[in-house]
């Protein structure tokens, strides 16, 4: 049974500092990984996709890296601003076909990020 | 492009009443998941369809929890009767999904069911 765990639960930093967020995960044999934001409130924004076959991505001053062979992926803010702060979550699909493609999300990282 | 639309936003109702939540996806969108996210967690899967076929309800609680996409295009998910651990963000998100290929899966903003 894949299980996702995001360490973490939560993180203060002072604006401007770079940071990282964990996921793990316990079955390596996964489709893709996404990061998302949610906001207090709100429904999920998509961040970052990541497919099996790719290592990282990068949108702005987001970077996410993937290494399945260790189960981990991380969520790496560059000069962090009180705008990014908010619930992180990271989730992984292990198939379409034969899992349906749901996301099984990890419990979340809250980001506070003080001016 | 429009996104997922959900309603309704928020919704309170006392226990063993009934509640239905409608949702929309991004127009061609084949692939529409509902979830339920308990405070503090992650959001679950409660079922996903494909078009109008179901594809993953297993961990919907069908004694209560209903779900039907007609026509391929809007579902509506229902609660009947409600118990207090329902109270939750359900969201509903769909996805492009051609051939073997996966792509993202787009979130609407959730309906907020508190029971009391």
């Known amino acids: 049974k894949q299980e996702v765990t995001q360490i973490p639960a939560a993180l203060s930093v002072p604006e401007g500092e770079n940071l990282v967020l964990n996921c793990s995960f316990t079955?390596?044999?996964?489709?893709?990984l996404q990061w998302f934001r949610q906001d207090p409130g709100k429904g999920l924004t998509s961040l970052l996709l990541?497919?099996?076959?790719?290592r990282e991505q990068t949108s702005g001053r987001l970077n996410a890296s993937l290494d399945k062979s260790s189960g981990r992926s991380t969520l790496y803010i560059a000069a962090s601003q009180p705008g990014d702060s908010a619930t992180y979550l990271c989730?992984?699909?292990?198939?379409?076909?034969?899992?349906?493609?749901?996301?099984?999300f990890g419990q979340g990282t809250e980001l506070s990020v003080k001016p | 492009e429009a996104g997922v639309a959900q309603s309704p936003r928020y919704k309170i109702i006392e226990k063993r009443q009934s509640v239905a939540f409608w949702c929309n996806p991004i127009?061609?969108?084949?692939?529409l998941y509902w979830y339920q996210q308990i405070l503090g967690q992650g959001p679950k899967l409660l079922i996903q369809?494909?078009?109008?076929?179901?594809?993953?309800d297993s961990q919907l609680p069908k004694d209560r929890f209903s779900a039907e996409r007609l026509k391929g295009v809007d579902s509506t998910l229902k609660i009947q009767p409600a118990k207090l651990e329902d109270s939750a963000v359900y969201l509903c998100?769909?996805?492009?999904?051609?051939?073997?290929?996966?792509?993202?899966?787009?979130f609407g903003p959730g309906t907020r069911l508190t029971v009391t």
């Open positions: 998100a769909s996805s492009l999904v051609w051939r073997r290929t996966s792509y993202e899966q787009y």
């Open positions: 079955d390596s044999a996964i489709y893709n």
């Open positions: 990541i497919q099996s076959s790719q």
């Open positions: 989730a992984v699909q292990k198939g379409i076909y034969n899992q349906g493609g749901k996301l099984i």
């Open positions: 127009s061609g969108h084949a692939t």
């Open positions: 369809f494909q078009n109008n076929g179901v594809v993953d």
